[in-house]
């Protein structure tokens, strides 16, 4: 897979729980080719450490802990909310940026309009119900990987 068709992303999680869903986390970005990922919140840091990521991508992609998302957003990043709320796009008819920055809330949550507000758009997984975070992160990249070039117009 060329650097080329995927373009930049990266990936924020808002004050995740669980260090496996962080580690399957890293092992999406690591497949996927992400180029970083950032987490705010303190329960992830004080929870075990990861042994999902079983292909050691945490070695190779940043995992940053940070005060404020918005404070990061990677230079000319796109920041795009994942999360099941109203007036958030379906993700089939959604073409993503081609420098993403993907944001996704807690496991046992949803975002924080402070953060929605900042982003340009809202987007979501349509389901039945909501998805496990590592789940959300997988079917966004694996989406805009299988979109190819076909990225929107966002400057």
């Known amino acids: 897979m060329s650097k080329k068709s995927q373009g930049y992303a990266c990936v924020g999680l808002f004050n995740p729980k669980t260090p496996e869903n962080v580690g ?77 920055f993907y944001i996704f809330g807690p496991e046992d949550g949803t975002l924080k309009r402070d953060i929605t507000d900042f982003c340009r758009e809202t987007i979501y997984v349509p389901t039945k119900g909501s998805m496990n975070l590592a789940a959300a992160v997988n079917v966004i990249l694996y989406d805009r990987l299988a979109k190819g070039d076909n990225f929107s117009n966002h400057k």
């Open 24 to 100: 399957s986390v890293m092992r999406a970005a690591g497949c996927y080719g992400v180029n970083s990922v950032f987490y705010t919140g303190t329960r992830y840091d004080h929870a075990a450490q990861f042994c999902t990521d079983t292909k050691n991508a945490a070695l190779n992609i940043p995992l940053i802990g940070v005060e404020d998302l918005k404070a990061i957003i990677p230079v000319g990043c796109v920041p795009v909310a994942v999360d099941l709320i109203d007036d958030a796009k379906p993700l089939p008819e959604y073409k993503h940026p081609k420098r993403a």
